[in-house]
C-alpha cells in the first residue's frame, strides 16, 4: 500500500519538483479478548508498525510466533473495532477473540514483546503513546548543508563503519558537519539501536551542535528514526534507503528536512528543502 508525495529529486545539478510512491506506515493496535474465570477479558498486547493490507495475518502469525496460541483454531474472530482514523482512512484498531486462554499472560505476553522488539514504538501499548512529547518545533533555517556534501555522506557512512566491513549485515548512525565530517558514528543490527547509541553518545561528550550538524543512516527512513531525531532537535536526516508516509509526515510537522535514496550524484528531498544549498 503506497501513498504519492510531492518531492523535490536533486539530479545533474537542479533540483525538480516531482512525485514519488511511499509506502505507508501506520500503527496497528492489537487487542485480544478472552476467558477468564467464566469473564470475558479484553487487553491490548501491543501497537505494531505495519504495511497496512493484510492484517489479519499479520495478527495470525504474530500470536503464533509470539506463542500466545499453540494454533490458528485457538483464533475465534478477527475484527477491526472503532472508526477508520487517520489521513488514509484505515481500522487501526484489531480485536482477536481467542477461544483458549491457556498460554495467556498479559504481563508476561507484554514485558517479552517489549524486551524482544527491535523498533522503539512497537510493543507500546496505546496509540496515544505515539504522540509527541515534543511541542516545539526546531529551528527552520539552520543548518544548510551543500547538495556536494550530501551526495557524499552515503560513502562517508559506509567507510566509517568497521563492522560493516567485516559482517555486511549492521547499520549505522552518523553525526556529520556541514563540512562532510564525521562527528561520531554507531553501529547495531537494529537501525533504531544505532541511532540511541549514537545520540546517547554525543550528549554524554557534548558533541552536539544541531545549527552546523546533520545525520546520515543506512536503511530506509521510518517514523522512529524521525522521533529520535526530533528529540534530539536535530533538524536534517538523510538516509541511503526509502521513508515511510509516518516518517513524512512527522518530519513535515515539525519542519525537519528528510532526504532519502541519497547516491553519488542524487537524492530525494521529502520535506523542506530550504536548508539544502543547490546550484554552488
Not at 515539525?254 to 541519497?262: E, K, P, S
Request: aromatic fraction near 6%.
Amino acid at each position: 500500500m503506497s501513498f504519492d508525495y510531492k518531492v523535490s529529486k536533486f539530479k545533474n545539478n537542479e533540483l525538480k519538483q516531482s512525485i514519488d510512491q511511499v509506502s505507508i506506515e501506520e500503527p496497528l493496535e492489537i487487542i485480544i479478548k478472552f476467558k477468564e474465570n467464566n469473564n470475558w477479558i479484553q487487553n491490548t498486547i501491543s501497537v505494531t508498525m505495519r504495511t497496512p493490507g493484510d492484517d489479519e495475518n499479520l495478527i495470525t502469525g504474530f500470536l503464533f510466533n509470539e506463542k500466545i496460541i499453540e494454533n490458528i483454531s485457538h483464533i475465534e474472530d478477527i475484527q477491526s473495532i472503532g472508526k477508520p482514523v487517520g489521513k488514509y482512512n484505515l481500522d487501526n484498531k484489531i480485536l482477536v477473540t481467542l477461544n483458549n486462554s491457556k498460554n495467556i499472560d498479559i504481563d508476561k505476553i507484554k514485558r517479552n514483546f517489549l524486551t524482544n522488539s527491535s523498533c522503539g514504538v512497537c510493543g507500546k501499548t496505546s496509540l496515544d503513546t505515539l504522540e509527541m512529547i515534543k511541542k516545539d518545533k526546531i529551528v527552520k533555517s539552520l543548518p544548510k548543508i551543500s547538495y556536494k556534501i550530501i551526495t557524499k555522506s552515503s560513502e562517508v557512512l559506509r567507510k566509517n563503519q568497521l563492522e560493516f566491513s567485516k559482517t555486511g549485515g549492521i547499520h549505522a548512525s552518523g553525526l556529520l558537519d556541514k563540512d562532510g565530517n564525521i562527528i561520531a558514528l554507531k553501529e547495531d543490527v537494529g537501525r533504531h539501536n544505532a541511532l540511541d547509541k549514537l545520540i546517547g553518545f554525543v550528549l554524554k561528550k557534548n558533541l552536539l551542535d544541531v545549527t552546523k550538524q546533520f545525520l546520515a543512516c543506512s536503511g530506509r527512513l521510518n517514523f522512529d528514526l524521525v522521533q529520535k531525531a526530533l528529540m534530539a532537535n536535530i533538524s536534517v536526516l538523510t538516509g541511503v534507503g526509502a521513508p515511510t508516509s509516518l516518517a513524512i509526515d512527522l518530519a513535515n510537522r515539525f519542519d525537519m528536512t528528510l532526504i532519502g535514496f541519497v547516491k553519488e550524484d542524487s537524492f530525494n528531498i521529502y520535506t523542506n528543502n530550504q536548508r539544502v544549498i543547490v546550484g554552488e
